[in-house]
């Protein structure tokens, strides 16, 4: 075991696979030499390239990107986009072609694509850099996300999403790279994607989120738990599939539940997690699921950000309304 930050994790399992398998192919922008962006620092990119059979640094134009990787060979593939608002050029490759290769091709073919990129509030971007598309691609049928929120779920779901046959969407928040770290093995692991966490045990109310909001979460937690709310804390981690099978067997022990989300309200990933509890846990609740999300409007110039993120004490008044409803 070894101290890292959620980055040093993502770095170490791509170093991992690549060791362990020739057919690892790295694409994409800000890779190899010349990483500059939020990704993997130089030194680490340089070393690397001395163990991996083919690291290609392209130019930053997404539509030619996802031609390329989809062309290639039948090996494992891990694609990486500087930031995930720029996914837009290729959406056509992801959610047309990757997406639906193994379907149209009746398991004939696959498409073992793994695509990383940043997304995220809370570090000061420019424009066009944080926002959250989560929920679009949720929709792509075909496609996994998953989002870690910490580095030993970052290092075990990247090993997992490389070495899986269809294509995985990895999203790493940007203020979760190196903000904080903790004990990771330094040998090869897997954390099975689609298959949600318990970080916190409580039985006031279930607090359900992903990403950055999990930390959030957890502080939000401390404070209510002075007050006698014991919260337990689910971390989705893959928002697609969802483990419908955690959450409604902790709603069945707190009959309360609050949904987070950084991205804004519409359309969100909050939406679908609460359509599955009325679904499948109605009659287990005793108030009306909540909600904290951003708010509908552009994701605000760096400025206002703070101001437009959810935050601790959004989801305070909103486990506050739902306990005491």
């Known amino acids: 075991m070894t101290q890292m930050t959620m980055i040093q994790a993502i770095t170490d399992a791509m170093r991992t696979e690549l060791r362990r398998d020739d057919n690892v192919l790295v694409f994409g922008e800000d890779v190899a030499k010349t990483a500059v962006y939020f990704g993997q620092p130089k030194d680490s990119m340089t070393n690397l390239a001395r163990i991996a059979y083919l690291i290609l640094r392209l130019p930053n134009r997404e539509l030619p990107v996802w031609r390329l990787v989809l062309r290639s060979s039948n090996s494992d593939r891990l694609w990486k986009f500087n930031f995930s608002d720029f996914v837009f050029e290729a959406m056509d490759g992801i959610a047309s072609q990757l997406a639906r290769l193994r379907y149209r091709s009746g398991g004939h073919y696959h498409a073992p694509v793994t695509i990383r990129s940043p997304f995220g509030g809370g570090v000061k971007t420019p424009e066009l850099h944080a926002d959250n598309l989560e929920g679009l691609f949720a929709q792509c049928p075909g496609l996994k996300v998953v989002i870690p929120s910490n580095p030993y779920d970052a290092k075990g779901m990247l090993i997992a999403a490389i070495r899986d046959n269809d294509p995985v969407l990895f999203l790493e928040h940007m203020k979760l790279y190196r903000s904080f770290r903790e004990e990771v093995p330094k040998e090869a692991y897997t954390v099975e994607l689609g298959k949600a966490n318990i970080v916190r045990e409580g039985s006031s109310l279930t607090l359900i989120t992903y990403g950055a909001m999990v ?80 708010p509908d409007s552009v994701f605000p110039f760096a400025s206002a950000e703070n101001v437009w993120l959810p935050n601790e004490k959004d989801i305070i008044e909103q486990v506050k309304a739902t306990v005491n409803f």
């Open 215 to 294: 930390r959030t979460a957890l502080k939000a937690a401390e404070q209510l738990q002075k007050e006698g709310i014991e919260c337990e804390i689910i971390d989705l981690r893959t928002i697609s599939p969802l483990d419908t099978e955690t959450i409604v067997t902790s709603i069945r022990k707190t009959n309360r539940a609050v949904v987070v989300q950084e991205a804004q309200k519409q359309a969100g990933i909050a939406a679908q997690v609460i359509a599955e509890i009325n679904d499948r846990a109605l009659l287990h609740l005793e108030a009306p699921v909540g909600r904290v999300s951003a």
